[in-house]
T-cell receptor
């Protein structure tokens, strides 16, 4: 049973560009949350998707947007990249009903130059 | 607002020593969940434990044990007889519990980097 898959694993972008990160949740999980982890910091909640809609959002600007597809996979889009967007982006998938179910992927390391 | 404080930024111990990682939290919710995660160099967050706010029993799982004290808003994690493989960053996290719980956002501390030397 595959866990959470994120792609790509590493990415280098130039300031001002746009980026799309992808997440395939664990089989049977229907909710996806995205977190940003800056170097030396704890992960910070960006948003959560359930039934193809954004259900919760953290304190992130509108440059951060997302999408969830009918197969529960999700994308995180960041527009007008800033140097400060450089971070590890983690996806967590959650089964119906939540509970103990947060399963994290290994993340996408984004570097903005 | 919810907040998690892990005052220890880095800890270094020698193998077989016991080590305690501290976690202090703040929340106005009466029902909430506390978590510990391990993050090895690969980056993936590995779930270790979840505790709900109504269960103050300490828990032991092998070499790991957790001490939850609501009176001091602390949820400390102890590794007994540490091993080199325990080297990682450990995060304490908090979530509010609504309607079945577990699917709400996690608020993380800044983490404690544990290095276990041979």
């Amino acid at each position: 049973d595959a866990g959470v898959t994120q792609s790509p694993t590493h990415l280098i972008k130039t300031r001002g560009q746009q980026v799309t990160l992808r997440c395939s949740p664990k089989s049977g999980h229907d909710t996806v949350s995205w977190y940003q982890q800056a170097l030396g910091q704890g992960p910070q909640f960006i948003f959560q998707y359930y039934e193809e809609e954004e259900r919760q959002r953290g304190n992130f600007p509108d440059r951060f947007s997302g999408h969830q597809f009918p197969n529960y996979s999700s994308e995180l889009n960041v527009n007008a990249l800033l140097l400060g967007d450089s971070a590890l982006y983690l996806c967590a998938s959650i089964p119906p009903g939540g509970g103990y179910g947060y399963t994290f992927g290994s993340g996408t390391r984004l570097t903005v130059v | 607002a919810q907040k998690v404080t892990q005052a220890q930024t880095e800890i270094s111990v020698v193998e077989k020593e016991d080590v305690t990682l501290d976690c202090v939290y703040e929340t106005r919710d009466t029902t909430y969940y506390l978590f510990w995660y391990k993050q090895p160099p690969s980056g993936e967050l590995v779930f270790l434990i979840r505790r709900n706010s109504f269960d103050e029993q300490n828990e032991i799982s092998g070499r790991y044990s957790w001490n939850f004290q609501k009176s001091t808003s602390s949820f400390n994690f102890t590794i007994t007889a540490s091993q080199v493989v325990d080297s990682a960053v450990y995060f304490c996290a908090l979530s509010e519990a609504l309607g079945g719980g577990g699917s709400e956002k996690l608020v993380f501390g800044k983490g404690t980097k544990l290095t276990v030397n041979p």
